[in-house]
């Protein structure tokens, strides 16, 4: 069993990789056709390593500290450079029937979506899927806690999302902190928007929502690789937030960890970075892969909608799902995409009655009058949202170009000038142009009229309730 496309990727390069990788069998693999048993209670470990000289001891570590290192397999996908490198590949790793891996030099890769796709590529029919960083130690009985974990989970989908706490070195110090929930960080100037996390101090030990997932730390039935595959031509600007949002769409829930598996290398003390090696090939052709992933990205969120004959490669297979919807997502996690803002709620992580006090988040902006204010949105505002997206598109077009005429109507006679029907909007022209539209950008833009006009109101009235009030007085 193996990771099967509905057809042929547009890229073609992109497409005899992934063949390459199907094609590859490991001398403990099941044959082709063979035994449809052979992956139950097995695990597919998915490593992408970028020249990383932590690579090697993580997989070691792998099966060092698994419960049943024989129902272990990895899907390793190495970027690197073959002679600078060497060092990296010593000593040599155990249980090589149990690996099953591809090397790249480092100049010819196309980022870690791409590394991650192929390395689910190598996926053979094991029951489980963990993906993780190529930096990593690991708890006892990792795979038993993993799997237990899962398998108490309330729901038919169900993923868990590892926050890893920290371990250093040299000396390999790990910490006694255990993996807490994410939040969203403020969107930066390209649209998107990361995830951070914070550290607990005793487990979880319970079953906690969450919207999101770290790419380092996903744990879920191997089903979800088929239905959800890993999108190749993202980046790494787009890849968690993305990869969250398909899987929710698709209907799958995440949970925070409830037990600590593994903890994760942050502090790069001992690592190449990607911007070390210098190519200039390579930052052409990166560049250009990390824009259209920019271009991709606000195609799935509504930031920016492209023409039918623009659209990016394969939305059809690495696209949204059509279980829930983009406005839930947003509805559940207090992003608004369309116009980069976050509410309060969603900054402090209380997105599920379940993670409420789990853990205190300090907000740049919002606790700390030395920081930016993030942009951000009313709660109202997404909740009037929720509720227009249940209109049908015509009704919406309709009330959105009542709006904006008003408004103008309204501009004009603060500023003193006569509300001359010329001057105003023509409400076919307009009508017809967000008819183009999508209903849920329509909803989007409505509630967010709406919601200035009923706060325009509110100034105007608090206004003329002064006078009235000192005339009293």
């Known amino acids: 069993m193996t990771l099967a496309l509905a057809h042929p990727l547009a890229d073609a390069s992109l497409q005899a990789h992934y063949e390459a990788a199907r094609a590859l069998r490991a001398a403990d693999d099941p044959a082709a056709g063979g035994d449809e048993d052979w992956g139950r209670d097995r695990i597919f470990v998915s490593v992408a390593a970028f020249r990383d000289p932590e690579c090697h001891r993580t997989v070691a570590e792998l099966f060092e500290k698994a419960a049943h290192p024989e129902r272990i397999h990895v899907g390793l996908?190495?970027?690197?450079?073959?002679q600078a490198d060497a060092a990296y590949l010593e000593p040599p790793l155990p249980r090589r029937g149990q690996i099953?891996?591809?090397r790249f030099d480092w100049r010819e890769g196309l980022g870690v979506t791409w590394a991650r796709f192929l390395a689910q590529a190598l996926w053979r029919g094991e029951e489980y899927f963990l993906q993780i960083?190529?930096?990593?130690?690991?708890?006892?009985?990792?795979?038993?806690?993993?799997v237990e974990d899962l398998r108490g989970l309330p729901s038919q989908k169900p993923i868990i999302g590892v926050v890893p706490p920290p371990y250093l070195t040299p000396g390999d110090i790990v910490c006694d902190l255990y993996p807490g929930i994410l939040r969203p960080d403020a969107f930066i100037e390209?649209?998107?928007?990361?995830?951070?996390?914070?550290?607990?101090?005793?487990?979880?030990?319970?079953?906690?929502?969450?919207?999101?997932?770290?790419?380092?730390g996903l744990f879920a039935p191997a089903r979800f690789i088929a239905e959800v595959p890993y999108d190749p031509y993202g980046c790494f600007a787009t890849e968690e937030i993305l990869h969250a949002l398909r899987a929710f769409t698709h209907g799958w829930d995440v949970f925070a960890a409830p037990r600590r598996p593994f903890w994760h290398q942050y502090k790069r003390d001992n690592r190449i970075k990607r911007g070390e090696g210098r190519d200039p090939r390579f930052e052409e052709r990166i560049g250009a892969w990390t824009r259209a992933a920019l271009l991709r990205y606000g195609q799935l969120t509504g930031q920016g909608k492209l023409p039918d004959d623009a659209l990016p490669p394969d939305l059809d297979l690495f696209g949204l799902g059509s279980t829930r919807t983009l406005g839930a997502f947003e509805a559940f996690t207090g992003i608004d995409f369309r116009f980069r803002r976050v509410t309060e709620e969603g900054l402090r992580a209380r997105y599920h009655e379940d993670a409420i006090g789990v853990a205190e988040f300090v907000v740049p902006g919002l606790d700390?009058?030395?920081?930016?204010?993030?942009?951000?949105?009313?709660?109202?505002?997404?909740?009037?949202r929720a509720a227009l997206s249940q209109w049908e598109p015509e009704r919406l077009a309709s009330e959105l170009t009542d709006l904006v005429i008003e408004l103008d109507r309204h501009s004009r006679a603060r500023r003193g000038e006569p509300p001359h029907a010329p001057l105003q909007p023509e409400r076919e022209r307009l009508l017809a142009d967000f008819r183009r539209w999508d209903a849920y950008g329509l909803a989007c833009e409505l509630a967010k009229l709406s919601f200035a006009v009923q706060r325009l109101n509110e100034a105007e009235g608090a206004q003329e309730e002064q006078p009235a009030r000192r005339a009293g007085a």
Do not use: C, N
Not at 135 to 140: D, G, L, N, P
Not at 198 to 214: G, K
């Open 77 to 82: 996908i190495w970027q690197l450079d073959a």
């Open 100 to 102: 099953r891996e591809l």
């Open 368 to 384: 700390d009058a030395t920081r930016t204010r993030p942009a951000m949105v009313d709660e109202t505002e997404m909740l009037l």
């Open 190 to 216: 390209d649209g998107t928007i990361r995830v951070s996390g914070v550290w607990l101090s005793a487990p979880l030990e319970r079953a906690v929502p969450m919207p999101y997932f770290l790419a380092g």
């Open 133 to 146: 960083d190529s930096h990593m130690k690991f708890e006892e009985g990792w795979d038993r806690i993993l």
